[in-house]
């Protein structure tokens, strides 16, 4: 399933809107302006809490843990110590960790877990600013995997912006 995912603009907080291929509104997520660290709601569009995210404030590096219905469902965290290139790992509870490499600046990069690409997510196929597509392979979850690109979003926006 493909995706098209926008920052909004002119708003108090991380805000995404998700839309699905067909251009219908998908999810929303909305960032918890003034709070210590980020915090942010993942939702369908009936309201609907599907994951929450929040940041690690004591953590050795940027950190975020999802967590669906109570129970932590993952953990992002960028690796800080790669030679050339960036990363992130997703680990999950149990063997199907994530790991996402590429150019995050650009917005190009992909989802693999072992060998197996499962995401792409790609600026190419839009011109205009904080927009780009999440391409995710079948059977995938797409909640997981749409909210730790919303992670990837801040983190590096927010490290190219101290710049």
Not at 35 to 59: T, W, Y
Not at 110 to 126: D, N, P
Request: with cysteine; charged share 30%.
């Amino acid at each position: 399933m493909r995706y098209l995912m926008k920052q909004k603009l002119f708003c108090f907080g991380d805000d995404f809107a998700i839309k699905n291929e067909a251009g219908e509104d998908a999810f929303f997520v909305d960032g918890k302006a003034f709070s210590f660290g980020d915090k942010l709601s993942f939702q369908d569009m009936a309201g609907n809490e599907l994951a929450f995210i929040r940041q690690k404030l004591l953590a050795w590096g940027p950190t975020y843990e999802i967590h669906r219905d109570g129970e932590l469902a993952a953990v992002v965290k960028k690796q800080l110590f790669t030679l050339f290139c960036c990363k992130f790992t997703v680990d999950v509870p149990g063997p199907d960790d994530l790991e996402a490499k590429g150019s995050f600046l650009d917005q190009e990069y992909s989802f693999t877990r072992g060998s197996q690409t499962v995401a792409e997510v790609s600026k190419r196929w839009f011109s205009w600013s904080d927009t780009y597509g999440v391409d995710i392979a079948d059977g995938e979850d797409d909640v997981l995997i749409l909210a730790s690109t919303v992670v990837i979003d801040m983190v590096c926006h927010d490290e190219h912006q101290r710049r």
